[in-house]
């Protein structure tokens, strides 16, 4: 069982992370379609931090010693799970960037094309 001390610093640490994240989705900072791991492992750290009884009960299901430590684990797994998903959203990025590099470098030169020809039929 964590102690009331650090059961209140974790949910108020978790309060104020949910509340950063709220502020920069209200001024458009941050994509809704992006933060929605954020605010999903925000709330499960909420919930763990509000009933630590479910953090002593998955530790022992896991087979931890420490709830401590298992939460722990619940936080290196949500990092991880946001780490493959920015990657997924980077790898995205990166093609449609690629794509429309090459789009624009075809636009150019139909541009230098048309112009070539523009000042070909002036007399």
């Not at 799970?81 to 959203?89: D, G, H, N, P, Q």
Request: hydrophobic content about 55%; aromatic content about 8%.
């Amino acid at each position: 069982m964590i102690s009331h001390r650090l059961q209140i610093f974790a949910i108020l640490a978790v309060l104020a992370f949910l509340a950063v994240l709220i502020i920069l989705l209200r001024k458009n900072r941050l994509s809704l379609k992006y933060s929605l791991l954020w605010l999903f492992s925000g709330i499960v750290l909420l919930i763990l931090s509000l009933f630590p009884g479910l953090l002593d009960s998955f530790s022992r299901l896991i087979g931890v010693y420490s709830s401590v430590n298992a939460l722990f684990a619940v936080l290196i797994g949500c990092i991880i799970l946001l780490m493959i998903s920015f990657t997924a959203i980077v790898s995205k990025e990166k093609k449609e960037i690629v794509r429309l590099v090459q789009e624009m470098s075809l636009l150019e030169n139909r541009l230098r094309e048309l112009e070539e020809k523009a000042e070909e039929d002036r007399p």
